[in-house]
């Protein structure tokens, strides 16, 4: 499926309300669900999520707000792997189609942080850059978590010198990003994920099907 075109629009303020959808100050029309479009049986997941994008002067700026009846976690420190240890969220930036490199980085459920930069997928993967390489990048993203009735929140101002940038790209500069959750319960014998992009297998590395993000 072709990716979705999102405007990604200037905001100003703070979330003061995450129950409200969108949460202000973000637009609705960027919102987006986290979905399984890999999954021909159920492209909703057991748990719903959805989230919204906007920038400032300070960075890239990510809501999401997730029902989650079993929030668990086991993650005691940043640059863990916190996928591995419980229920995550990931944003995924890639600024450009013709750029290698892009960005990966996750919040845990109870706070956590770790940032990756990927110069280019390819050499990762053959392990031409290792993961120490990819670990030691520092995005300095402002972020916090909240904890809802029957599930979690988090916000994310990822600024603009963690993309080696000194302000945000003119307008009708096109990007590229996905967001992505892993999912714990006690009652699965594994995480259940799901993305707002529309993955034809459950890669999250995809980025040729990650949605375009359009400044406006």
């Given at each position: 499926?072709?990716?979705?075109?999102?405007?990604?629009?200037?905001?100003?303020?703070?979330?003061?309300?995450?129950?409200?959808?969108?949460?202000?100050?973000?637009?609705?029309?960027?919102?987006?669900?986290?979905?399984?479009?890999?999954?021909?049986?159920?492209?909703?997941?057991?748990?719903?999520?959805?989230?919204?994008?906007?920038?400032?002067?300070?960075?890239?700026?990510?809501?999401?707000?997730?029902?989650?009846?079993?929030?668990?976690?086991?993650?005691?420190?940043n640059n863990?792997?916190?996928?591995?240890?419980?229920?995550?969220?990931?944003?995924?930036?890639?600024?450009?189609?013709?750029?290698?490199?892009?960005?990966?980085?996750?919040?845990?459920?109870?706070?956590?942080?770790?940032?990756?930069?990927?110069?280019?997928?390819?050499?990762?993967?053959?392990?031409?850059?290792?993961?120490?390489?990819?670990?030691?990048?520092?995005?300095?993203?402002?972020y916090r978590?909240?904890?809802?009735?029957?599930?979690?929140?988090?916000?994310?101002?990822?600024?603009?010198?963690?993309?080696?940038?000194?302000?945000?790209?003119?307008?009708?500069?096109?990007?590229q990003f996905?967001?992505?959750?892993?999912?714990?319960?006690?009652?699965?014998?594994?995480?259940?994920?799901?993305?707002?992009?529309?993955?034809?297998?459950?890669?999250?590395?995809?980025?040729?099907?990650?949605?375009?993000?359009?400044?406006?």
């Open positions: 499926m072709k990716p979705t075109i999102v405007p990604c629009q200037s905001i100003t303020g703070e979330v003061k309300d995450f129950t409200t959808r969108p949460p202000g100050p973000y637009p609705s029309s960027s919102q987006l669900p986290l979905l399984r479009f890999w999954d021909k049986d159920s492209k909703w997941p057991k748990e719903k999520g959805f989230s919204w994008c906007g920038y400032d002067q300070e960075g890239l700026r990510f809501a999401v707000v997730f029902e989650d009846s079993d929030i668990i976690t086991q993650a005691t420190a863990q792997k916190l996928w591995m240890l419980g229920d995550t969220v990931e944003f995924f930036v890639k600024p450009g189609e013709q750029e290698k490199v892009y960005y990966e980085i996750h919040i845990s459920a109870n706070g956590y942080l770790m940032d990756l930069r990927f110069p280019s997928r390819e050499e990762f993967r053959s392990k031409v850059i290792s993961w120490e390489q990819v670990l030691a990048y520092e995005s300095g993203s402002r978590t909240v904890d809802l009735k029957g599930g979690w929140a988090a916000e994310i101002i990822i600024p603009w010198k963690g993309f080696g940038l000194s302000q945000f790209p003119p307008p009708g500069t096109v990007w996905a967001i992505c959750r892993y999912n714990y319960s006690s009652s699965l014998p594994e995480p259940e994920i799901s993305s707002t992009a529309y993955f034809s297998k459950p890669d999250f590395h995809r980025y040729e099907e990650y949605h375009d993000l359009v400044f406006i």
